[in-house]
């Protein structure tokens, strides 16, 4: 356990509570998040995790933008919480394999990871779920449940046993926002539909 690791534990609790509340400032944590676990990860060994928080960083850039200027109902001016289209699905699940297999490839060939499959899974669900946050797909909290859960397994075996303990409350957190943006998307479809019909 290492200061940088504590601050990232801080700054994690923090994205979360944003990104449970749909809040357009969780991407503001989303960019100093990454900076930090960028570090974190490199000196544990978990080279995948590394290399998807430099994703994470991009990732939450494109997010902000996304959000703020992108994909907006033109009558609000807001992004709506959305389900995924199911003409995504095949697309973000060979995305999934290629990454997968990819990532764990790369591991077991040019580094000294001792957990390749397990890293790499996490990293090519967190790749698909991020980009469905980005993008505010409700499903986008299913892929972060399952992701949460393997790397609490994951950081224990690693000895983090402070970003174990983070991850495990995602977990908890998760499930709580997938009902909670179910609810905000009900309440925004009704409010749609109220305003169209006035």
């Not at 400032?25 to 995948?48: H, R």
């Not at 907006?72 to 997968?100: G, M, S």
């Not at 397990?118 to 399952?146: H, N, P, R």
């Not at 393997?150 to 690693?158: A, D, F, N, Q």
């Amino acid at each position: 356990m290492t200061v940088l690791e504590l601050f990232g534990t801080l700054v994690g609790l923090i994205y979360l509570w944003l990104e449970y509340k749909a809040s357009i400032y969780l991407w503001i944590t989303g960019i100093i998040m990454p900076a930090i676990y960028i570090f974190v990860y490199y000196n544990a060994g978990l080279y995948a995790d590394f290399g998807i928080n430099i994703y994470y960083l991009l990732a939450a850039i494109y997010g902000w933008l996304y959000w703020t200027y992108g994909g907006k109902n033109k009558e609000t001016n807001y992004l709506p919480i959305t389900h995924a289209p199911t003409r995504i699905y095949l697309a973000l699940l060979c995305t999934f394999v290629v990454f997968f297999i990819g990532i764990a490839w790369i591991l077991i060939e040019f580094t000294d990871s001792n957990v390749p499959w397990l890293d790499s899974f996490t990293t090519a669900l967190s790749i698909v779920g991020m980009w469905m946050l980005a993008k505010k797909y409700v499903e986008q909290w299913l892929s972060w449940i399952l992701v949460d859960i393997v790397s609490s397994g994951l950081y224990i075996y690693k000895e983090l046993y402070l970003t174990a303990g983070l991850y495990f409350i995602y977990t908890v957190i998760a499930v709580l926002g997938y009902m909670k943006w179910k609810k905000i998307m009900t309440h925004e479809q009704k409010m749609a539909t109220s305003s169209s019909c006035s």
